[in-house]
Structure formats: C-alpha cells, structure tokens
Nanobody, 117 residues
Framework: QVQLVESGGGLVQPGGSLRLSCAAS????????MTWYRQAPGKQRELVAA???????NYADSVKGRFTISRDNAKNTVYLQMNSLKPVDTAVYYC???????????WGKGILVTVSS
C-alpha cells in the first residue's frame, strides 16, 4: 500500500512560480512511475507530467518549457516545479503512483493551485 500526500499549492499571481511536492509512504518508491494530473472546474482530469523509475519524463504540450517534474528517491518524493503560471493552470493537482510489478494505482487527495491577480 502506498499513500500519497501533496503539498505546496496555493494562490499565485500570473507569471509566478510554485513547487508542488508529493510524499509517498512505503519502501517501493524507487520503482514507481509518478505522474501529476490536474482537473480544472468543469473539465476532465488531464495528465500534466510523468517521470518513470529510470527518470524518463514526459509533459503535456500545454506545460512544456514551463513545468519540470523531478523525483528524489532518497526522500520518497516527487516534485512539480511550475514557472510562468497562467490562469488556465488553475486546477486541483493530483499525484499518482503506478506500481508496475503489481499493476496497482494510487492517488493523492489533490491540492488546489489558483493562478489569479
């Protein structure tokens, strides 16, 4: 069982930056594929960025060049550095972990990011 806890959200002005963190419990973090999703009001949840256990990353086109995903296996934590934020980035951001060995999927409760002046 893996529990995920997001932190670092809040209110930021357009053009500002935030760093989200997702701390995972357990001892299998290093093998997990970690993904950040977001869901804006009235819209479907969408993938923002992902990082594999070999540190391969991929991003949604809408955040390429502005967001960076990273992981620290020693701290069981994945990060999402968000720069040049726009009002359209306003959403609840969710951390997701995939266990490739057991085909299990875990979700955090989500954290709100609001980009507004």
């Amino acid at each position: 069982q893996v529990q995920l806890v997001e932190s670092g959200g809040g209110l930021v002005q357009p053009g500002g930056s935030l760093r989200l963190s997702c701390a995972a419990s357990g001892s299998i973090f290093s093998i997990l594929r970690m993904t950040w999703y977001r869901q804006a009001p009235g819209k479907q949840r969408e993938l923002v960025a992902a990082i594999t256990n070999t540190f391969t990353t991929n991003y949604a086109d809408s955040v390429k060049g502005r967001f960076t995903i990273s992981r620290d296996n020693a701290k069981n934590t994945v990060y999402l550095q968000m720069n040049s934020l726009k009002p359209v980035d306003t959403a609840v951001y969710y951390c997701n972990a995939q266990d490739p060995l057991r085909s299990l999927n875990y979700w955090g409760k989500g954290i709100l990011v609001t980009v507004s002046s």
